[in-house]
């Protein structure tokens, strides 16, 4: 089993940058995919960054301008967000699924809320 734990959130004005760590406990951190969600107000969680032995995945709406990696070492992900607009606003959470099977988040953090304001 897996536990993650978020931090970094906060409030910020638009444009500006935050950047989100995901602390995993256990020894077994290298077989697993890393991906970061939010979840706004009144709406649905959606993907916003995975990274794989595959490779890094982006939605659309944070490309050029989120960055996922991760720090095997540290048993630690990150989502670096630059260039921030308020529509970022949300609740982020990490999760981590097995590398085999990449779209079955089996474990999930409590997440971390960051704030836009224009």
């Known amino acids: 089993q897996v536990q993650l734990v978020e931090s970094g959130g906060g409030s910020v004005q638009a444009g500006g940058s935050l950047r989100l760590s995901c602390a995993a406990s256990g020894r077994t951190f290298t077989t697993y995919g890393m991906g970061w969600f939010r979840q706004a107000p009144g709406k649905e969680r959606e993907f916003v960054a995975a990274?794989?032995?595959?490779?890094?995945y982006y939605a659309d709406s944070v490309k050029d301008r989120f960055t996922i990696s991760r720090d095997n070492i540290k048993n630690t992900a990150y989502l670096q967000m630059d260039s921030l607009k308020p529509e970022d606003t949300a609740v982020y959470y990490c999760?981590?699924?097995?590398?085999?099977?990449?779209?079955?988040?089996?474990?999930w953090g409590q997440g971390t809320q960051v704030t836009v304001s224009s």
């Open positions: 999760a981590a699924a097995f590398d085999y099977s990449p779209s079955d988040y089996l474990y």
């Open positions: 990274i794989r032995r595959s490779g890094t």
